[in-house]
């Protein structure tokens, strides 16, 4: 069972940045993959980042390469997502997602169907 439970969203202008945070709760916590996950109204949930917590490799979506970074702390079992640049696009409810036991590589590491555990959201707004 994993526990998951976000903080750090806001509204901020485009520009500017925002670091969201995911503490995650789990007695096998190095065998997860963690994700940043978003979803507008009207749209599907598309993956974001996602960091594989045995090798450390790391995946990104092609619209946020560059400006989103993925982190790790193990210490507090947390996970950020630094979001610079923000464009008002990147509006949307930010969501963490914790999955094990799949092969990690580019076509997986951020599709929803790998990831069986989710948080509540948090709301990141970007206004032009």
């Known amino acids: 069972q994993v526990q998951l439970v976000e903080t750090g969203g806001g509204s901020v202008q485009a520009g500017g940045s925002l670091r969201l945070s995911c503490v995650a709760s789990s007695d096998t916590y190095r065998s997860l993959t963690l994700a940043w996950f978003r979803q507008s109204p009207g749209k599907e949930r598309e993956g974001v980042a996602s960091i594989h917590l045995r090798s450390y490799s790391t995946f990104y979506d092609d619209s946020v390469k560059g400006r989103f970074t993925i982190t790790e702390d193990s210490a507090k079992r947390t996970i950020y997502l630094q979001m610079n640049s923000l464009k008002p696009e990147d509006t949307a409810m930010y969501y963490c997602?914790?999955?094990?036991?799949?092969?990690?590589?580019?076509?997986?590491?951020?599709?929803?169907?790998?990831?069986?555990?989710w948080g509540q959201g948090t709301q990141v707004t970007v206004s032009s």
């Open positions: 997602a914790a999955g094990s036991e799949f092969y990690y590589y580019s076509i997986t590491a951020l599709s929803a169907r790998n990831y069986a555990y």
